[in-house]
Structure formats: C-alpha cells, structure tokens
C-alpha cells in the first residue's frame, strides 16, 4: 500500500488527511449525507467540525428522495427546512455543501394517483408505479414524457436559485437496471443471464412514439427482441443524456453552481450513457463488492473512465463504506489516488467511524 500505509503505521496519533494535503497532489474527499430529522444546530455543527477537522471538503447532502423534500419548494411535500441552514453551517466549517437530488424516481403518492401517465412502462407493459423492478422504490418515471421533464427542471430550478449552495448532484439520473449487479441477483431472487422484458424500460406511448418518428419502428410491435436493437438502445442512452446536456446543465450552471452525477460503471444497464455528459465532475459508485470484484477494479475502472469522457473532467472514486475494512479503506483510497482519481467519495456519512475519519 506504498507510503500512505506506512506513514499511517509509523507515526502514532497520525492524521491522514492532513498528510494527503500536504504531501500529494489536491485529492478532493466527498461525502454523502442523508439528514436526520429534529437535531439541534449544535449538533450538525459538531458534525461538520468533525468532519473538516478529519479533512472533509465538500458534503453532498440529500435533500430529495423522491419522497420529500429538504427544502423549500411548492412542488414538493417538505420535510423539514434544513437545506439553506446547512449551507450556513457548512460555509462557517468551511466545506463545499451540494444538493443531492433524485432524478427519475417519484414516490409521491399524489403523482402515483393523479400522473400515472409519468411512469415507466416495462417490455411487459406494466408500470412502474404498480410494478417497480427489484424494490418497492423504484417507481421510475419516463425521462421522454414532456411534464416529467417540466416536473424535474422545476425542481432543478429551485435549488440552482438557493443563495451559497456550491452546487447540485443528482442521482438516478438513468433507467431502472435491466440488469442489476452480480452480487446483488441473489439478494433479490433474480437470475439475469439476459436483458428480460420485466425490467427492461420505457415501452410508453410517448417513448414508442417519438421512437417510430424517428426510425419508422415500434419497438414493441416490430422487433423481435427490442432490447437487442442498436437503435432501440441508443434512444434511451439518448434520452437521459439530452435530459442532462440540454436541460440540467444550462440551469444550474446559469447560477454559477456546478453540477455533478452519481453514475454506474455498468452504464449500458441502466441507459447511462454518462461519459457523453457534460457536467463538472462524476462520481462513479465503484462498489467493488456489488461486482464480486477485487479491489483493484477500482483502479481498473476509474482508468477507463478517464479514457472514455469526451468532456474531461474530475471523477471522485465512489466508495461503499459498508463493505470496506478500515485497512481496505486504505488500500481502495491508494488505488483510486495511482488511478488518477481527483479524489473520494464515501457513501454514507451514517457508516464514518472515527477509525474510518482517522484514515481520510
């Protein structure tokens, strides 16, 4: 594990974030943090102290989960009023505070009841608000229906205008997975050897539509294995980065905020086309253990994300703190730092023992 572990092994008391700052060049250290309901101001500044203290430059809060929002907004049903005070506390720390935002999912019941129109539709032709692939969640909406657009930018628009945020990441910004991780098919009683229609999205009027007027295809009606059409695959990787490129990234970066994605390394399952995305940085959740991988897929990866962006910019190693031991942690962050990575991102802030901040 080269000098990090050694200087970490010989120096008693050692922190390690100081010695990445000060040795090697700029590593950026993210987090992603999911609020809790009813703490005082005390506490959330004792958690960014804590945190900058250990070396913690930028925060990605969540503050939409496709259920509630964490900030004011008349298109959402609020859960506490929180985003603009952690802003606050976050510039007083000094670390960078970021809007973590879900993107396609929309759990709202008063959207299920009165827009079933917005949902996903499977090769099977079932909903996705009534019959969401894998987990309860995954209530998807279709990124080609008009309102649903209108319905994200809104959001969008609302946090891009919240005076001191750094900037908005979004997350599910993609299609529901037509093929989940490897490690994960057991979990949830799946065997996917193949792309099968019941998790393969969006079969709308709209999608099938603006499809056939491109190509004079139905792909529900004229092709025999849809999910096997070059053409067919290409308009929903289309469709999510027209979404991004066209629309997010003018918005946000109109009001000198920047704007950043949590991506798959699987891309081609979930329609995630990403390194043709032109935002400010990406953060590819390199959750080796979802893919029954070593750690050195890190590294793997994060190269060929460099290679493959037609707009380069930073990637930040997403990093699964549940499946890391802190003498792995070590080791995944040396990987990503020889990778080129411009830096970590840890999910969550739930899983950040002081054994892990003492690492960063």
Sequence with gaps: ?????????????????????????????WVWLIP????????????????????????????????????????????????????RIGK?????????????????PYYIENNPEFYAINGLGQPSFSNPAYVGYYKFMCPNNPDVREFILNNVRILSNVSGLDGIHLDYIRYPD?????????????????????????????????????????????????????????????????????????????????????????????????FKWNLDGFFPMLYHNFYNAPLEWIGENIK????????????YAGLFLPSLKPEELIKAIEIAYKAKSSGIALFSHDHLSESLLCII
């Design 92 to 108: 007083k720390a000094g670390i960078e505070v970021h809007a973590w935002i879900w993107i396609m999912p929309n759990n709202n």
């Design 178 to 274: 037509v093929i989940i991780a490897p490690a994960l098919q057991p979990k949830y009683h799946v065997i996917q050897d193949k792309e099968y229609p019941q998790f393969d999205y969006c079969y709308c009027k709209v999608c099938r539509d603006k499809f056939k007027f491109e190509t004079g295809i139905d792909p529900l009606k004229d092709l025999t294995e849809p999910s096997a059409n070059d053409s067919w695959r290409q308009f929903r990787y289309n469709s999510i980065t027209k979404l991004v490129n066209d629309e997010l990234v003018p918005i946000v970066n109109s009001q000198g905020k920047k704007i950043t994605a949590a991506v798959f390394p699987n891309w081609e399952s979930v329609r995630q086309q990403w």
């Design 36 to 87: 809790e309901t009813g703490l005082s101001l005390t506490e959330w500044h004792k958690r960014f102290d804590r945190l900058k203290q250990h070396g913690i430059d930028a925060i990605l809060i969540q503050v939409y989960n496709s259920h509630k929002a964490w900030y004011k907004t008349p298109n959402l049903p609020l859960e506490e009023n929180l985003l603009e005070t952690l802003i």
């Design 304 to 315: 060929m994300q460099i290679a493959d962006l037609e707009n380069p910019k930073p990637i």
């Design 1 to 29: 594990m080269g000098i990090l572990s050694m200087g970490i092994a010989s120096t008693a008391g050692f922190n390690s974030s100081c010695y990445w700052r000060e040795t090697k060049k700029p590593f950026k250290k």
